[in-house]
Structure formats: C-alpha cells, structure tokens
C-alpha cells in the first residue's frame, strides 16, 4: 500500500472518519461501513467471484462494495430502490468533497442490510485493499469483562465455519503479497488487508467469513487468551500506552473511557471463572 498513501477524500453527510494507508474507513451512528479499491476489480470474472458473496443477502451483502467494480467509474449514481438480496446495489449521488490534487474517484452505495459502502478508484495503485468498521469498541464492554471487544478482534481471525483452517486467512494473503492487521478503538473495531489486485475476491470471500460464521473454538479461545495478556504485558512498557492510561484514570469514574480497555487474563479469564 505503499503507493496509496495521499489523503482520502471526505463525503459530506456527518459521517466519523478514520484514514488508514491508502483507504477511506468510515463509521456512523446509524453502523459500520465498508470500503473497498476496485481498480484490480474490473473484470467480469472478479465480479463474478464478489457477487457470489452476495447469495443469501443479509449480512453477506456487504461485500458488494467489490463486486460492483466491475462497472468502474461508469456505474451509474442516480438514486434508486434498495437492490434485492444478492443484486448489486446502485450508487448513491452523495457529493464526495475532495482536493485538486486527489485523482482518485469515489463511490457510495446502501445495500439491503442498510451497510453503506464506499468504493475508491485508483489507478496508480498497485494492490487492491479493503476495510470493515464496525461499530462496536471498547466503550461497549461489560463492565465485568473489559477487553472483551478487543479479545472478539482477536478471534475472529481463527478460522469460520467456511474456512476453519485457522491459517487459511493469513496464508492466502502472504501467497498473494498481502497483509492484514485489525485494531480496536473506542467506539468501533476495524479489520483491514492488502492484496494483489487478482486476489481480491478470494480475499473478500474469506474476510466476509469473519462477519458472517467465525468459529470461536474452546482451543482458540484459550490460545488467544494468552496473546492478548502477552500483548497487554507488552504495553506496559510502552510510554504512549502509559500515557494512554493516565488519561483513561484522570476520567469520571462511571465514563467508559475510565474503564481498561486492552483486557488481560485477569479480566477476560479469571474474573468470568468466578461469575
């Protein structure tokens, strides 16, 4: 993504924004959005492959952002009805405000499950990328278990009904020059990867298996457990995390910003034992 790093245009409608090498990543009040680049997407194969995500609609829709592609910047962007389960979504005529210099072009679309979605162009881009946030993050913990949130980013990259092989994800990715990372935040967790523009749909189709049917094996569970408390005991040592954390404690007590947000066995294994 080395080459996708100018600034991400800014649609005109509220939304919250967040910017992550190269891709747009969006959240809202009303949900998550969705962001794909469809320059690599545009052969009628590609499309063929994303819009197969689409069968059976509701959750798995989402992952029309790609499979509209195929129609580049031509697609048309006037307004229309909410496409049926399985159909590709029409754009939506949101205004996209964005610098001279930005060449990129952008799209927007609903689709059935009210996810909107926004697809960039990018034609000096030299991999193809994709990001889901969804909106729930730390701030949403129980009270009893915090850094449940970021335990659930954690886990959902081992493994899903359709692709139970826990490195299945990650393999594909590195098999196609690609990489993914996650992160949670306060109010949303977004999971993110690049890949070789031919690999896009198979990338898709497995990244749309997080959202759809993750596994969330006992053995995993416990495994997981563990990096997230060796990933705690690492920030520890780190001044920015410290920092962090001085911040969260000068807060009202009853925010859930006060609250711990990482999680540690304590809080995620030992404290639940005993509830």
Not at 63 to 69: D, G, I, K, L, T
Not at 131 to 149: N, T
Request: charged share 20%.
């Amino acid at each position: 993504l080395s080459s996708c790093q100018t600034p991400a245009a800014t649609p005109q409608d509220g939304a919250g924004q967040m910017r992550r090498r190269g891709f747009l990543l969006l959240s809202s009040a009303t949900g998550a959005y969705a962001t794909v680049n469809w320059q690599a997407a545009t052969g009628a194969g590609a499309a063929a492959t994303l819009a197969s995500v689409l069968q059976g609609g509701h959750r798995r829709s989402y992952c029309a952002a790609a499979a509209v592609a195929s129609g580049g910047p031509s697609c048309s962007s006037s307004a229309a009805s909410p496409p049926s389960a399985g159909a590709l979504p029409a754009f939506d005529p949101l205004e996209v405000q964005k610098p001279a210099t930005d060449y990129r072009q952008y799209k927007t679309a609903t689709l059935p499950n009210n996810l909107r979605v926004m697809v960039i162009s990018d034609t000096k881009c030299d991999r193809a990328a994709a990001a889901l946030s969804v909106k729930v993050g730390s701030i949403f913990d129980p009270k009893e278990i915090p850094g449940l949130a970021h335990f659930c980013e954690h886990m959902l990259f081992l493994g899903t009904e359709k692709y139970p092989n826990e490195g299945d994800y990650n393999e594909y990715l590195a098999k196609n020059g690609g990489s993914s990372n996650a992160y949670t935040a306060e109010t949303v967790t977004n999971y993110f990867f690049g890949v070789k523009p031919e690999a896009l749909g198979g990338a898709l189709d497995r990244f749309a298996q997080f959202f759809v049917a993750p596994l969330f094996s006992e053995d995993a569970t416990a495994r997981e457990l563990q990096a997230v408390d060796s990933e705690h005991s690492k920030n520890l040592q780190q001044d920015s995390w410290r920092q962090s954390q001085l911040l969260r404690n000068s807060a009202n007590p009853e925010h859930p910003l006060h609250h711990f947000m990482t999680g540690n066995s304590e809080t995620l294994r030992d404290r639940p034992e005993k509830l």
